[in-house]
């Protein structure tokens, strides 16, 4: 089946993820290996899910760790976890 | 506890000793046990409660709740997932005790994403990897995550920042897999978007001073 640009676009998340029936996913690679706007848009998705995935955009404030090991501490001197719940 | 974790994985074999120490009195080794998934709490805190130090408090309580817990984690679950688990209860409980709406509605979103069209610019290929470095490029992206309605923030956190399956997606979320799909196709596209026109000029040009941190494009 010969999509249009729009269709394509929806299904640029399931392409990444592989996720597509066979099918689509070929008619899907049929049209992007003509139309430059599709794979730039496939590529450029890509990139920024690449981005996302890196540890240093979303890193910890500054002392984090430090704060939450000291809470932590305070805790862990007195007291033990709670029993296991009693399952039905 | 059962013991089905996968034979020879030494990482959650350790997982599960770590544990059992703890559970049989070593109390401190819990420090370990938690240490490699502080940045993954702290970011799944951060899709909720928008605010970075109320994210510290959320992942605290969280991990005090967790270790008081202990005993009921099963190991049938992977113990990272149960971990999020916790922290998505206390950071959704904070956000019911503010009466703050942890979701927006997303018919209206639905709506205006009836016509979605991406930013098609065919001149960026590259990952700006290195641009990461620089702060004005880290805050273009969080400002750009932080802005997307609640739900989709939260499906993208946990699938594309912190690399979950999508099964492991929608049972911590509660919903399908199906609608795991569906918005995080659209998060995607609206960060698409909103990023590629700027990220763009980062790639092709780094040299330049850009002044990203006064540029408005919401």
């Given at each position: 089946m010969v999509l249009?640009?729009?269709?394509?676009?929806?299904?640029?998340?399931?392409?990444?993820?592989?996720?597509?029936?066979?099918?689509?996913?070929?008619?899907?690679?049929?049209?992007?290996?003509?139309?430059?706007?599709?794979?730039?848009?496939?590529?450029?998705?890509?990139?920024?899910?690449?981005?996302?995935?890196?540890?240093?955009?979303?890193?910890?404030?500054?002392?984090?760790?430090?704060?939450?090991?000291?809470?932590?501490?305070e805790v862990l001197q007195h007291e033990y976890p709670e029993p296991p719940a009693l399952g039905p | 506890m059962t013991t089905r974790a996968p034979v020879g994985h030494r990482e959650i074999a350790s997982e599960q000793e770590l544990i059992a120490s703890i559970l049989a009195g070593q109390r401190e080794n819990f420090h370990l046990l938690i240490r490699p998934y502080e940045q993954q709490l702290y970011r799944t805190a951060l899709a909720l409660v928008k605010n970075e130090a109320e994210a510290e408090d959320v992942v605290q309580d969280a991990v005090l709740k967790a270790y008081r817990k202990l005993a009921s984690f099963r190991g049938d679950a992977k113990f990272s997932t149960w971990l999020i688990a916790i922290t998505l209860n206390e950071a959704r409980g904070r956000l019911r005790k503010e009466n703050r709406a942890a979701f927006d509605s997303l018919d209206e979103q639905r709506e205006a994403n009836g016509d979605f069209t991406p930013a098609a610019l065919t001149d960026w290929r590259e990952v700006p990897l290195a641009a990461l470095e620089r702060q004005e490029i880290r805050a273009l992206i969080q400002q750009a995550v932080a802005e997307l309605p609640d739900a989709y923030r939260e499906i993208i956190t946990l699938r594309d920042v912190e690399e979950l399956s999508v099964n492991d997606t929608a049972s911590l979320l509660g919903i399908s897999v199906a609608l795991v799909k569906v918005r995080l196709h659209r998060a995607r596209m609206m960060l698409q978007k909103k990023l590629v026109p700027h990220l763009r000029l980062v790639a092709k040009s780094g040299r330049k001073r850009l002044g990203f941190g006064r540029l408005s494009w919401f």
């Open positions: 249009s640009c729009r269709h394509v676009w929806d299904h640029i998340s399931g392409y990444i993820d592989n996720t597509l029936d066979p099918q689509v996913r070929a008619d899907v690679e049929r049209h992007l290996a003509t139309c430059e706007i599709c794979s730039a848009i496939l590529d450029s998705t890509r990139n920024i899910i690449v981005l996302m995935a890196d540890d240093r955009v979303f890193e910890l404030p500054l002392d984090f760790s430090q704060r939450l090991h000291a809470r932590l501490d | -």
